[in-house]
Structure formats: structure tokens, C-alpha cells
């Protein structure tokens, strides 16, 4: 467990030093509100994999399944990732896609440590 806590700090404090250097190097102005939506489409596309995750959240607890478990990680990158096509196609000059790409990979590797730390060699 410690050693999960640790992994865990040190991909937050990597992720955070580097969103830190990306905004100041390209001079990326963070956005005050979380949710940023582009169009209408991006909105309702965002609501749909929302909903997606969090039915996939909450049947794993229930059926106790890995495929469930996966397809929430899976949802969840689905997500983020089209929320950074979004801004990369239509607000390319802020660049903020880059901080949301960087957001998949510290996604990416918080599940596959979470699926060797908790799973530890079972599967």
C-alpha cells in the first residue's frame, strides 16, 4: 500500500511540474471554470460519456468483473481525449490540448498502476 501511495504522489508532483512548465513555456493561460464546452455537440457528446463511465463504475461494483472495471478506464480516456480533439481543432491557438493530453498519459498510467498494484500478478 505504501508503495501505491507513493506512485501515486510522485505521478501527481510529475504531472503537476509539468503542466507548470507547459503553461509557462507556451504561455497557456489557465481557464477559470472546469467544464469548457465548445458547442452544443461537445456538450451532449461529453453528457453521454459521463453517464457511460459512471454506469460502468457502478455495475463493477456490483458484478465484480474486470471487463466493467476496464471499460471504466477505458470511458474515462475516451473522454478526456475527446475533449482534447475538441480544443485542438477548434481552439488550436490557446493550446491548452497539450495540458489535456498530458492528462490522458497521467490517466493512463495511474490505471495501469492501480490494475499491477491491486491485481499483482492474479489475472
Known amino acids: 500500500m ?7 504522489t510522485t505521478v ?5 511540474l509539468l503542466v ?4 509557462k513555456r507556451y ?7 472546469q467544464n469548457r464546452y465548445i ?5 451532449g457528446l461529453v453528457y453521454i460519456i459521463r453517464i457511460i463511465a459512471i454506469v460502468f463504475l457502478i455495475l463493477s461494483f456490483f458484478i465484480q468483473n474486470l471487463i466493467l472495471i476496464i471499460g471504466f478506464a477505458i470511458s474515462l480516456c475516451v473522454g478526456v481525449g475527446f475533449q482534447a480533439f475538441m480544443e ?6 490557446e493550446k491548452e490540448y497539450i495540458i489535456t493530453l498530458i492528462d490522458i498519459l ?8 492501480v490494475f499491477l498494484s491491486y491485481f499483482n500478478g492474479q489475472l
Do not use: A, D
Open 39 to 43: 458547442n452544443k455537440t461537445h456538450e
Open 12 to 16: 501527481l508532483i510529475i504531472r503537476f
Open 88 to 93: 485542438y481543432k477548434y481552439e488550436r491557438e
Open 2 to 8: 505504501l508503495e501505491f501511495i507513493l506512485f501515486l
Open 106 to 113: 497521467v490517466y493512463i498510467v495511474l490505471i495501469s498502476g
Open 27 to 33: 504561455k497557456i493561460i489557465p481557464y477559470l471554470e
Open 20 to 23: 507548470k512548465f507547459l503553461r
